[in-house]
Structures are given as structure tokens and as C-alpha cells.
């Protein structure tokens, strides 16, 4: 069967990364969902499309015909990051940005096999709370505190049911690549810094001193994960950090 991906969020540091993967290897019919278009298609068709507007969904719903996987990576954040990501406008955005995505899929694309959904350390508190090492999925989410991962995980375990397609979530920590045009990557301000150290003749450094050291994982390596989910673990549904 022919395959046909759709990157929802095409511009932002992970979808691109999908882009660039799947354009990499070829042999797939690639659509780049995003209000504007992405710096880099990498042979993907680029479709403008607002998630939060069912109208414009619909319109679009003609170029989602014949998908096979849809790698959901859109995300709305809040002006105010830290703070909107306990906010309940920000949750049920990112809530009907999901749901009006599938109600246009689904009917277009009976050859659905698999949708990958991209969440985060949010899902165990990290936000709120220190994050317990290591996070396990199954054993360490913090249902408790409100998330829009939980909104878009009920839902699209709800929606799944009796269908033929299945779906993977994935939990990367903090995540670092090419970025162009976004401002997720934390790379260009290491280097900065690093930049005004050496220019005022001080060592490189990290001023956050052992408890905020962290871990990291290289978005390339992220899309190629997601990747392999739709391959190889299409007959279950199931997390992964």
C-alpha cells in the first residue's frame, strides 16, 4: 500500500524534522499541515490550514484523502508559556485543534493506519513538580494536575475504538535540532551565550549548577522514532517516553 503522511504542525521544530526524515527516504506522498509555510518542505505539499477553525478543516479535507499516518505535532501555546500550560483556554484549544483535525481526517482517510500524537515531561508533572528519574509511562503520569495531553489522549483513545488504526504517543524531554524560523531549540541561545562569554574573556560555564541538569534528545533522532512507531507497533496502542 502507497503511503501518504501528514505532518500537522509542519513548521515547528518536530514536524519539521518529520518533513526532512520522510522526504529523506522517500517513496511517500508527504502533506505539510501549517497556517504558513514551513522554510523547508523537503518534497512535502504544503497545505495553510488553521486547526482551530473547523471551516477551514474541511476545506483542506480533499488534500488529506488517501492518508495512511498522521504525525500530530501542532501545538498552541499561550503567551504566557509557563503559566498557559496550566491554563484551561490553552487546554481546550489544543483540545479542538485535535479533534477538529480527525473530524476531517477520518472520513477522507478510510486507509488510516496509524496517528503518533507528541506530548512531553509534561505528562509527569514536570511543570509542577520535580520530575522522577527515571519517568515510566503507565506508572509516573500526573493525571491530577489539568494538561492538554490528557484532553487529546482521552480523546483519541475514545475515537479509536473498533477502528482499524492505532495510535503511539511520544514523550521526549527536551528536544534540540534545526529549528528554522522557530524558537523551540535551545541550541542558538547556548550559542549566544557561550558567544558573550568568550567576549568578555570568561570560561564557558553553566551557572545552573548540578540540579539543573538535564537530558536531551536530537529532533532527527525524535522523527525517526516516530517513524518506526507507525511501523513497527501498529497492532497495539502504547506510550513512550
Known amino acids: 500500500m502507497a503511503k501518504k503522511i501528514v505532518v500537522a504542525g509542519a513548521t515547528g521544530l518536530v514536524g519539521n524534522a518529520a518533513l526532512r526524515h520522510f522526504g529523506s527516504i522517500g517513496g511517500c506522498e ?3 499541515l501549517s497556517r504558513r509555510e514551513p522554510r523547508q518542505l523537503y518534497g512535502a505539499r504544503h497545505v ?4 482551530t477553525d473547523p471551516a477551514r478543516c474541511t476545506v483542506a479535507a480533499t488534500e488529506l ?12 501555546e499561550a503567551p504566557n508559556l509557563v503559566d498557559g500550560w496550566r491554563d484551561q483556554q490553552q487546554i481546550k484549544t489544543n483540545d479542538v485543534m485535535l479533534r477538529n483535525l480527525m473530524g476531517v481526517l477520518e472520513p477522507a482517510a478510510p486507509e488510516l493506519r496509524h496517528v503518533a500524537l507528541l506530548q512531553g515531561t509534561k505528562a509527569y508533572g514536570v511543570h509542577v513538580r520535580p520530575l522522577t528519574v527515571p519517568a515510566r509511562e503507565g506508572r509516573s503520569e500526573m493525571y ?21 488504526w492505532h495510535w503511539s504517543i511520544l514523550r521526549p524531554v527536551l528536544i534540540v535540532g534545526l529549528a528554522m524560523g522557530g524558537a523551540m531549540d535551545l ?11 568568550r567576549e568578555q574573556g570568561r570560561p564557558l560555564d553553566f551557572p545552573g549548577g548540578a540540579p539543573r541538569v538535564g537530558q536531551a534528545v536530537d529532533v532527527d533522532l525524535l522523527a525517526r522514532a516516530i517513524a518506526w512507531s507507525g511501523e513497527a507497533r501498529t497492532a497495539q496502542n502504547e506510550a513512550f517516553n
Not at 541550541?187 to 562569554?197: D, E, F, Q, S, W
Request: proline share 8%; no cysteine.
Open 65 to 76: 484523502a488517501g492518508a495512511t499516518l498522521l504525525i500530530y505535532a501542532a501545538l498552541y
Open 144 to 164: 491530577e494536575q489539568p494538561n492538554f495531553y490528557w484532553a487529546q489522549e482521552n480523546f483519541l483513545r475514545e475515537l479509536q475504538k473498533g477502528k482499524a
Open 48 to 51: 495553510p490550514i488553521d486547526l
Open 30 to 32: 508527504v502533506i505539510a
Open 187 to 197: 541550541i542558538p541561545p547556548l550559542g549566544v551565550y557561550a558567544a558573550i562569554l
